[in-house]
């Protein structure tokens, strides 16, 4: 089976125009959605059933720009988080920190907002840092050591993305 990229017909990289991706899947999914194949064989529903949720998949994780760059890593053969666990010790120190300001500031409604944007700001800069470094790993060929060497820090940052993602939910969590 073809990947999220090749099944909507996008490249294979990082930087992904999501209007592009958008177009692509309402394309796609209309002409295999199971609406538009009521009269088909009940073979040809099904296929047209699994390709409809294959396509759904697909545009649910190239969306998302975590789950596109875990979805890349993957593809490049990249460390999972199961397999790569580490984080900077500074970045986990920062985010224990984070976590103290927002048990501090819960009753607190511009301070969690202020705080709200404090945390976006560091999942843009993720985001910003995940795309140079994908960027230059597609201009490296895969046997190279430097390869290998940016797969893990792509790793170590979606590590940290999670940490970020995590503050972020519990940021609209009820107090304990």
Excluded: W
């Amino acid at each position: 089976m073809s990947d999220h990229f090749e099944l909507l017909g996008l490249p294979r990289r990082y930087a992904l125009d999501l209007r592009a991706l958008e177009q692509a899947y309402l394309l796609r999914s209309r002409a295999v959605h199971p609406d538009f194949h009521t009269t088909a064989t009940p073979a040809e529903q099904a296929a047209s059933l699994a390709l409809s949720a294959a396509l759904n998949a697909a545009y649910a994780t190239l969306r998302d720009p975590f789950r596109r760059a875990d979805y890349l890593l993957n593809l490049y053969g990249g460390p999972s988080a199961e397999e790569h666990k580490q984080i900077p010790p500074e970045f986990l120190a920062e985010m224990l920190e984070c976590r103290e300001q927002l048990e501090q500031v819960r009753h607190n409604p511009q301070a969690l907002a202020d705080l709200e944007a404090d945390f976006r700001r560091r999942q843009d800069q993720v985001i910003e840092q995940l795309a140079a470094l994908f960027a230059e790993l597609e201009k490296i060929p895969d046997h190279e050591p430097q390869h290998l060497d940016i797969r893990r820090r792509i790793r170590m940052l979606l590590n940290a993305a999670r940490y970020i993602q995590g503050l972020l939910r519990d940021l609209h969590a009820p107090a304990p």
